[in-house]
């Protein structure tokens, strides 16, 4: 059990967490939830003992491995598969013993624990989460160094799911995926077997893959019951109560009050006043619980509404190499109040697609005709490094209206979220929710009549996530959306977009459909990336001569690396008093033998099924 007893937790001089006590059940699979900057991430840190609490303790059983994605993307010439079988320490350890080992009890008991912790499954384990992840069995055998950041924080994710530690930290996990890595993440983590603890922003994972919502709310920790929305219910119940408990208090307070006032002035009633004085003292007062209002977003309208369509795309290629282009025969329309979303796996073309709308990308070939005067806004998350560190949101906005008053200058930095001294705050000191509202609203800062979104929710809290849907459904122009969030997509899109296999269709289900889609789909793939993606891969056919001959040399590896370890472990059944001497070791040596035979086999059958295609290719 994670026991978190009477704990505090001050950083930097302010107390984030307030003498909170709260167990939770091996097992559980809980959601971390509050406002962005209550201290979620500053409790992981206590959990996994980087920070020392100011009071109070965290206990865990004591052979529980804490496991959590790391704060650097693994880099490097290894595979990707490599990197993350050896997260699984012992077993890593355990087979690099197995290679130098002679003592005959020491390989049973190798083989054996091997055999306990199923390590001869594990390359198809470690293949199946990457390829739920987004990585096809071509990426899986690439090294880290191929990959960018971004990808390469799927690697680490990858490892720590496989690790699959007794108490798994993931701290927005989704801010790397695609909505499909998300989709399937949200069905992983349904089904860990272990504990499991997840700050996230995202409601459908909340209701989806946890069964309790831990909320952290002015210093303090609660535990509810549930799915995020049996959390939601539960908090205005709870919020209900409390109003009227406090209403009660103060009713009451006013009646004692009273009576103090009124007699103790009077001898006769001097000792029920003063009775009635203690009684004031000892009731303590109730904390209503005060729900902090979300600044809302909004995106100015466009002083003109077009004639549709605001943009038409016919046949178009487009891409980067003209002999290599991302989308080919694209046709499409957009007319001035759709709320399209776009999915599609990363790498899939959805940014090139966007560029090309944006009018950042030319077409190769075909047609993208625009509606006169078409004013188009374009947020992404990475133009966050873009904005001036330097410099306040008052500053921004100033850049952007020249010579206008100061009054009329602050004004519109308060319509945009940072009124007063929020105004004159440095960029750099921003959270990044602030970021990303600062960015929102000077996108869209002179009333476009299309807003292009890519992964806008990445920084934003739940709340500041409704209210981006209620500005994007309030917004009298068009809206093309790419997000991992579904609630967003669900809340605010009215056409779905599939960009894939080199090109753009129209997607009739809705987000339920596509999901059962998307696991169905990835799940039919795992059995064959399994294979392709084990320490001795076993890809379909190819034409890689290169690849076919790594792909036998490792199969000859393999054999040559088991058909030793028979050796060793013949030597030892050969003993000729093992079976009287240690029957429970011979036993072991025996079901170790046994197992190695099944992987000497399967070694086997890859070399013959490689030299084989190896033939084929060449003739």
């Keep these: ?34 406002r962005n900057g209550t201290g979620k991430s500053t409790l992981f840190k206590v959990i996994r003992g980087e920070l020392a609490a100011e009071h109070g303790s965290v206990t865990l059983p004591p052979r529980w491995r804490i496991g959590s994605l790391a704060q650097e993307a693994p880099n490097g010439p290894e595979s990707l598969i490599s990197v993350v079988l050896k997260a699984d320490l012992e077993r890593d350890a355990l087979l690099a013993e197995a290679e130098h080992a002679t003592d005959p009890h020491r390989i049973a008991e190798i083989q054996t624990r091997l055999v306990d912790i199923d390590a001869h499954s594990a390359p198809s384990r470690a293949a199946a989460i990457l390829s739920g992840l987004g990585f096809s069995a071509a990426d899986q055998l690439r090294p880290c160094a191929e990959f960018s950041g971004g990808w390469r924080m799927r690697v680490a994710l990858a490892a720590t799911l496989f690790a699959a530690p007794d108490l798994l930290l993931l701290d927005e996990p989704t801010n790397y995926l695609d909505l499909e890595g998300t989709l399937w993440l949200e069905d992983h983590l349904a089904h860990y077997p272990r504990t499991v603890i997840v700050i996230s922003h ?275 122009g068009a809206v093309i959306m790419v997000s991992h969030d579904r609630y967003l997509i669900e809340a605010c899109a009215d056409r779905l977009w599939i960009v894939a296999d080199r090109t753009v269709t129209n997607y009739d289900g809705d987000l339920d459909e596509y999901r059962r889609l998307v696991l169905s789909t990835r799940n039919a793939e795992a059995p064959r990336e399994r294979s392709a993606a084990s320490e001795k891969p076993q890809r379909a056919r190819s034409d890689n001569r290169g690849s076919l001959k790594k792909r036998i040399a490792d199969a000859e590896a393999e054999i040559a690396r088991v058909s030793e370890i028979i050796t060793k472990i013949d030597t030892a059944l050969a003993l000729p008093d093992i079976f009287t001497r240690d029957p429970k070791q011979a036993a072991q040596l025996s079901k170790a033998r046994a197992n190695a035979a099944d992987a000497l086999a399967r070694a086997e059958e890859q070399w013959l099924e490689a030299s084989t295609q190896f033939d084929e290719a060449t003739g």
Excluded at 21 to 33: A, K, M, Y
Excluded at 361 to 383: N, W
Excluded at 401 to 419: L, N, T
């Design 1 to 34: 059990m994670l026991a978190i007893t009477d704990l505090s937790i001050r950083l930097a001089g302010r107390l984030l967490i307030d003498q909170s006590s709260v167990q939770i059940t091996p097992g559980s699979r809980v959601g971390l939830v509050g």
């Design 202 to 476: 995202d409601r459908d994972l909340l209701q989806s893959s946890v069964d309790q919502i831990l909320h952290l709310e002015r210093g303090k920790l609660t535990l509810y019951k549930g799915s995020y929305s049996s959390f939601e219910e539960q908090r205005a119940a709870r919020e209900l109560l409390d109003a009227k408990a406090v209403k009660r208090q103060e009713a009451e307070r006013a009646r004692l009050q009273a009576f103090v006032d009124r007699f103790k002035a009077k001898a006769s009633k001097a000792r029920q006043a003063q009775s009635r004085v203690k009684m004031l003292e000892r009731l303590k007062p109730i904390t209503a619980l005060v729900t902090e209002d979300v600044r809302e977003i909004s995106f100015p309208a466009p002083e003109k509404i077009l004639s549709p369509p605001i943009i038409a795309v016919d046949n178009a290629s487009v891409g980067y190499d003209p002999d290599s282009p991302v989308l080919n025969r694209v046709t499409l329309r957009i007319d001035n109040d759709d709320r399209i979303a776009l999915l599609g796996a990363n790498g899939n073309g959805k940014s090139t697609l966007v560029k090309l709308l944006a009018g950042r990308l030319a077409p190769f070939s075909g047609k993208v005709t625009r509606a006169d005067k078409l004013s188009i806004a374009y947020f992404a998350q990475h133009q966050l490094d873009e904005l001036n560190e330097d410099a306040s949101a008052y500053d921004h906005v100033r850049k952007l209206m020249g010579d206008a008053p100061e009054a009329k200058v602050r004004a519109r930095a308060g319509a945009i979220g940072f009124s007063g001294k929020a105004a004159d705050t440095k960029a750099g000191r921003l959270s990044g929710g602030e970021k990303a509202r600062l960015l929102l609203g000077l996108a869209t800062f002179f009333g476009p009549n299309m807003i292009i979104l890519d992964e806008p929710t990445n920084h934003l809290d739940i709340d500041s996530r409704g209210a981006l849907a209620e500005a994007i459904n309030e917004f009298p």
